[in-house]
C-alpha cells in the first residue's frame, strides 16, 4: 500500500505560480510512477493527465496544455514528487490529485492515463483568478 499526501494548494492570481507536494509513505519502493492529474469544475467524471515522471530514470511527460509553463520533479530521498506551476491561468483551476503506478509498462509508456495508476491521494485545490 502507497499513501499519498498532496499540500501546496490554495488561491492565487492569473500569472501566478504555486508548487504542490506529494509525500509517499508505505512501500513506496512499489512504485514505478508517479503523476499529477486534475479535475476541473463541472467535470467529475473527468480527470485529466498534466504531468508523470518515473523512479528509477529521468522520462518525463506532459500534457499538451501545461508544457513550458509546469515542471514536474522528485526527491528520491524524501519519497516526495513536486509540481511547479508557472504563469498560472484561470483554466488551470482544478483539484489537483497526486497518484502512485505499482505497474511497469515499460518504457514507451508515458503514464498519461488515469487507468495505470494504483493509489490516489485526497487532492488539493488550486484556484486561479483572473
Known amino acids: 500500500q502507497v499513501h499519498l499526501v498532496e499540500s501546496g494548494g490554495g488561491p492565487v492570481q492569473a500569472g501566478g505560480s504555486l508548487r504542490l507536494s506529494c509525500a509517499a509513505s508505505?512501500?513506496?519502493?512499489?512504485?514505478?510512477?508517479m503523476g499529477w492529474f486534475r479535475q476541473a469544475p463541472g467535470k467529475e467524471r473527468e480527470r485529466e493527465f498534466v504531468a508523470a515522471i518515473r523512479w528509477n530514470d529521468d522520462r518525463i511527460s506532459y500534457a499538451d496544455s501545461v508544457k513550458g509553463r509546469f515542471t514536474i520533479s522528485r526527491d528520491n530521498a524524501k519519497n516526495t514528487v513536486y509540481l511547479q506551476m508557472n504563469s498560472l491561468t484561470p483554466e488551470d483551476t482544478a483539484v489537483y490529485y497526486c497518484?502512485?503506478?505499482?505497474?511497469?509498462?515499460?518504457?514507451?509508456?508515458?503514464?498519461?492515463?488515469?487507468?495505470?495508476?494504483?493509489?490516489w491521494g485526497q487532492g488539493t485545490q488550486v484556484t486561479v483568478s483572473s
Open positions: 497518484a502512485a503506478s505499482a505497474t511497469n509498462y515499460g518504457y514507451r509508456s508515458a503514464y498519461s492515463a488515469s487507468s495505470l495508476y494504483d493509489y
Open positions: 508505505g512501500r513506496t519502493f512499489s512504485s514505478y510512477a
